[in-house]
């Protein structure tokens, strides 16, 4: 049962281009999303995070866009630099169930050309 | 330590052996979660201690999975009677809390059944 959907499963994009990833969720009672980077033998680390009663978060480069009605949020990097060469996932969780316990997609290879 | 270390990096078992998953999450923290990321994809849920408690362990995909956390810091997941389907990275991760704090991923054990 895959409750998180995510897309493209991989994306290369021009250094100071935009990346745009998505991802769709089914379940209503998520309250919490975030977005996880991802390096070749590394765990994922946070990057960004948001909750359902905000539309949009930015911070640096990046920025959660949420469509509560649509059951959908997107990542968006502007200005990708070759660092940020790296596997992008979403994830969900229900945060007012007492623990993060967090559903991921399955994830974006982000490829960033010089 | 300063983050969340597992051990070993990597392990090799034959078949039919049992293997021992080490994780010392980061001091203080008081939940901790174990995922299995499969070649590819997302990292997917296996269990959740509080403390010592095992408060969920819905994700574990058979009987040979058992995980344990026996003074509320360190945790070890074992796998008895390894097949090669159980071929994945095991990723632990901790928080300070509950559901409102953020998870810390370590950077996994890779496990390779031949």
């Known amino acids: 049962q895959q409750q998180v959907k995510q897309s493209p499963q991989s994306l290369i994009v021009q250094k100071g281009g935009i990346s745009i990833i998505n991802c769709a969720y089914e379940n209503t009672a998520f309250d919490y999303f975030p977005w996880y980077q991802q390096f070749p033998g590394k765990g994922p680390a946070l990057l960004i995070a948001?909750?359902?009663?905000?539309s949009e978060k930015k911070e640096g480069r990046f920025t959660i866009s949420f469509n509560k009605s649509a059951k959908q949020f997107s990542l968006h990097i502007m200005d990708s630099q070759p660092g940020d060469s790296a596997t992008y996932f979403c994830?969900?969780?229900?945060?007012?169930?007492?623990?993060?316990?967090?559903?991921f997609g399955a994830g974006t290879r982000l490829a960033v050309h010089p | 330590g300063a983050g969340v270390s597992q051990s070993p990096r990597y392990k090799v078992a034959k078949r039919g052996q049992d293997v021992a998953l080490r994780c010392d999450p980061i001091s203080g923290h008081v939940s901790l979660f174990w995922y299995q990321q499969a070649l590819g994809q997302g990292p997917e849920f296996l269990t959740y201690?509080?403390?010592?408690?095992?408060?969920?362990k819905s994700g574990l995909p058979s009987d040979r999975f058992f995980a344990e956390r026996p003074e509320g810091s360190v945790s070890t997941l074992k796998i008895q009677r390894t097949q090669q389907e159980d071929s994945a990275v095991y990723l632990c991760?901790?928080?300070?809390?509950?559901?409102?704090?953020?998870?810390?991923f370590g950077q996994g054990t890779r496990l390779t059944v031949v």
């Open positions: 201690f509080q403390n010592e408690a095992q408060l969920d």
């Open positions: 991760a901790s928080s300070f809390s509950g559901g409102n704090t953020e998870a810390f």
């Open positions: 994830a969900a969780s229900r945060r007012g169930g007492g623990y993060n316990k967090l559903i």
């Open positions: 948001i909750r359902p009663d905000v």
